[in-house]
């Protein structure tokens, strides 16, 4: 197997482990700039030059894309994608998860606890914003800041507005604010996700008064073991972010875990050492595992030409399959196949025909594009009294910012 490690940095100690795991195993591993990668776009056949020479083909990419080349990295890895190379992190995900409004704006849609957080763009919304939350202190932060650089606790609103107007103003830097989880008192927890599973964990502690654990920010790490609840949540947003390798922080908040952030190039070097987990393994495992199974658009794919597609079906009391087996749903009759049942957090792939469908699950069905919109539930019709909307459950999304 030939695997390429997408890295500005040969030396950097995540590079360095990841090439190492992959040699030990006996494949073939190159460290490839993805800066001096170019992109040529052709019909029927994408291709990717490295410093001018075509590139030969890899079995797996992992992508490890700094903050300050997101769009260019991204790019590459999309190509890469597009020459059905496997990709340990998908392109889409890792735009997605730079962006701390984006992520949380897909996030919130899940039962994952995050801290209420407010984008504005006028002055005058930021003190209506900040009472609605509770008032100060409240955080405030770069959009794509990270290593904690532009993350501001801000004791009064009068000092949150200052602060966003130092940013916002001349510098047009897009902030946001959120609600201060006090309660974790400047340490957060580190889970290090590969694949389903949390592989290492550690408890990050801040350095003297400082709010924010980041090791770049001088905090210090110790193993901790996590219970069922941190875990599920972590590898619960990775999923929701299409990562297969994430780094999930979590604060520690008074009702359970609070999602702070999902990284898709999460280093190796604090949690190795901290927990003396062979993570660059645990990757190089995952991709033994996975490469047969490149990410497909199922819908590019299917729907296009022949008429067939998919469509989540979400189920409540009212759906005509609530409490029905599969087979008395009368899908198959229909020509439609239930590829997966979404219950909760758990994934039901491939159901059989006994399995009872149940109110809160979302059924993945394949099947003609005509049939498919019949089944789609029909969207609700605008009421003249306003009620306070009610989480659906059922909703979820179909991937990441879909
Ligand atoms: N809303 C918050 N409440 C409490 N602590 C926070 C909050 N937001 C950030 N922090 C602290 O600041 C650190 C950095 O924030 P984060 O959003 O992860 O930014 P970065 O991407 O720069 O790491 C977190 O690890 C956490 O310790
Ligand atoms: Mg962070």
């Given at each position: 197997?030939?695997?390429?490690?997408?890295?500005?940095?040969?030396?950097?100690y995540?590079t360095r482990?990841?090439?190492?795991?992959?040699?030990?195993?006996?494949?073939?591993?190159?460290?490839?700039?993805?800066?001096?990668c170019?992109?040529?776009?052709a019909?029927?056949s994408?291709?990717?030059?490295?410093?001018?020479?075509?590139?030969?083909?890899?079995?797996?990419?992992?992508?490890?894309?700094?903050?300050s080349i997101?769009?260019?990295?991204?790019a590459?890895?999309r190509?890469?994608e597009?020459?059905?190379?496997?990709?340990?992190n998908?392109?889409?995900?890792?735009?997605?998860?730079?962006?701390?409004l984006?992520?949380?704006?897909?996030?919130?849609?899940?039962?994952?606890?995050?801290p209420?957080?407010?984008?504005?763009?006028?002055?005058s919304?930021?003190?209506?914003?900040?009472?609605r939350?509770?008032?100060?202190?409240?955080?405030?932060?770069?959009?794509?800041?990270?290593?904690?650089?532009?993350?501001?606790?801000?004791?009064?609103?009068?000092?949150?507005?200052?602060?966003?107007?130092?940013l916002?103003?001349?510098?047009k830097?897009?902030?946001?604010?959120?609600?201060f989880?006090?309660?974790s008192?400047?340490?957060?927890?580190?889970?290090?996700?590969?694949?389903n599973?949390?592989?290492?964990?550690?408890?990050r502690?801040?350095?003297?008064?400082?709010?924010?654990?980041n090791?770049?920010?001088?905090?210090?790490?110790?193993?901790?073991?996590?219970?069922?609840?941190?875990q599920?949540?972590?590898?619960?947003?990775a999923?929701?972010?299409?990562?297969?390798?994430?780094?999930?922080?979590?604060?520690?908040?008074?009702?359970?875990?609070?999602l702070?952030?999902?990284?898709?190039?999460?280093g190796?070097?604090?949690?190795?050492s901290?927990?003396?987990?062979?993570?660059?393994?645990?990757?190089?495992?995952?991709?033994?595992?996975?490469?047969?199974?490149?990410?497909?658009?199922?819908?590019?794919?299917?729907?296009?030409?022949?008429?067939?597609?998919?469509?989540?079906?979400?189920?409540?009391?009212?759906?005509?399959?609530?409490?029905?087996?599969?087979?008395d749903s009368k899908?198959?009759?229909?020509?439609?196949?239930?590829l997966?049942?979404?219950?909760?957090?758990?994934?039901?792939p491939?159901?059989r025909?006994?399995?009872?469908?149940?109110?809160?699950?979302?059924?993945?069905?394949?099947?003609?594009t005509?049939?498919?919109?019949?089944?789609?539930?029909?969207?609700?019709a605008?009421?003249?009294?306003?009620?306070?909307?009610?989480?659906?459950?059922?909703?979820?999304?179909?991937?990441?910012?879909?």
């Amino acid at each position: 197997m030939r695997i390429a490690i997408l890295s500005r940095g040969p030396k950097l100690y995540s590079t360095r482990r990841l090439k190492e795991a992959a040699e030990t195993r006996g494949y073939e591993a190159r460290v490839l700039n993805p800066l001096s990668c170019s992109i040529e776009v052709a019909q029927g056949s994408p291709l990717l030059y490295y410093k001018n020479k075509k590139l030969s083909p890899y079995d797996a990419v992992i992508p490890r894309i700094g903050a300050s080349i997101t769009f260019f990295g991204t790019a590459v890895l999309r190509q890469f994608e597009q020459m059905g190379t496997f990709c340990v992190n998908p392109s889409h995900s890792i735009t997605v998860s730079r962006d701390k409004l984006r992520a949380l704006q897909v996030l919130s849609r899940h039962r994952i606890r995050i801290p209420t957080t407010l984008f504005v763009r006028h002055k005058s919304e930021i003190l209506p914003g900040i009472a609605r939350m509770g008032g100060p202190p409240v955080v405030v932060k770069l959009l794509e800041g990270t290593q904690g650089i532009g993350v501001i606790l801000a004791d009064s609103t009068k000092v949150a507005e200052a602060i966003i107007e130092t940013l916002a103003g001349p510098a047009k830097m897009s902030v946001l604010l959120q609600k201060f989880v006090a309660e974790s008192r400047g340490r957060d927890i580190r889970a290090f996700v590969v694949g389903n599973r949390v592989v290492a964990a550690m408890r990050r502690t801040a350095s003297g008064d400082d709010f924010r654990s980041n090791i770049h920010r001088g905090g210090s790490a110790e193993v901790v073991e996590l219970d069922e609840e941190y875990q599920r949540a972590a590898v619960h947003a990775a999923q929701i972010m299409g990562l297969r390798v994430a780094g999930v922080d979590l604060l520690e908040g008074k009702n359970g875990p609070v999602l702070m952030e999902v990284n898709s190039s999460p280093g190796l070097e604090g949690i190795e050492s901290a927990t003396g987990v062979d993570i660059a393994g645990e990757i190089i495992s995952l991709i033994e595992d996975e490469v047969l199974f490149p990410d497909i658009d199922i819908r590019q794919r299917l729907t296009l030409q022949s008429g067939y597609g998919v469509i989540e079906i979400p189920v409540d009391e009212r759906s005509e399959f609530c409490g029905k087996t599969i087979r008395d749903s009368k899908l198959r009759e229909r020509d439609v196949l239930v590829l997966t049942i979404q219950r909760e957090s758990v994934t039901i792939p491939n159901p059989r025909v006994d399995r009872e469908i149940l109110a809160g699950d979302v059924l993945l069905c394949f099947g003609k594009t005509l049939t498919l919109k019949g089944l789609a539930p029909p969207r609700r019709a605008k009421t003249k009294k306003r009620r306070k909307a009610a989480p659906n459950p059922g909703a979820d999304e179909p991937g990441p910012d879909a």
